[in-house]
């Protein structure tokens, strides 16, 4: 596996470990080819956990990386701009993470963390189950408001 820099690779291993050692162990896969993980949060929530490295930051001399959890919460919703308002005033009231979504009408939570020799697991943690906790919240709603179906 290619990484882009050492902070990339640093915080790969970390999430490996932290993965491997979790709650989300028995339901983990790594992807062979990139710094990338799934994962399903009680048998029906899945999330992809990627590790990227953050190259356009505010500090130059510093490699940095982020972890990104997103989970795909519908797929053909919207793009109607009730929904689309719908999903930015849940983005000003979610603590954690924003809606996303694309041309074909998926829509996606997800949140990100800064990587690296400071990366706290216990926030870790929190960004990946607070994706889960809002993908599965959200999704009967997004679904019964604005269509689609489940990812």
């Not at 929530?45 to 997103?70: C, G, K, M, N, Q």
Request: proline share 4%.
């Amino acid at each position: 596996m290619d990484f882009t820099n050492a902070a990339q690779e640093l915080t790969y291993t970390r999430v490996r470990d932290y993965l491997t050692n979790s709650a989300f162990k028995d339901q983990l896969r790594a992807d062979s080819t990139r710094p990338y993980f799934n994962l399903i949060h009680l048998n029906d929530t899945h999330i992809e956990v990627a590790i990227l490295p953050w190259e356009h930051h505010p500090y130059p001399e510093r490699e940095l990386a982020l972890v990104r959890a997103s989970s795909c919460v519908t797929i053909g919703s919207g793009p109607e701009l009730d929904l689309l308002r719908f999903l930015l005033d849940t983005n000003r009231k979610t603590r954690f993470g924003s809606f996303q979504t694309d041309e074909d009408g998926t829509i996606v939570f997800a949140n990100r963390i800064l990587g690296g020799d400071h990366m706290d697991l216990v926030e870790l943690e929190t960004c990946i189950l607070a994706v889960a906790a809002i993908a599965t919240e959200y999704q009967p709603i997004i679904i019964t408001q604005f269509g689609g179906q489940r990812a």
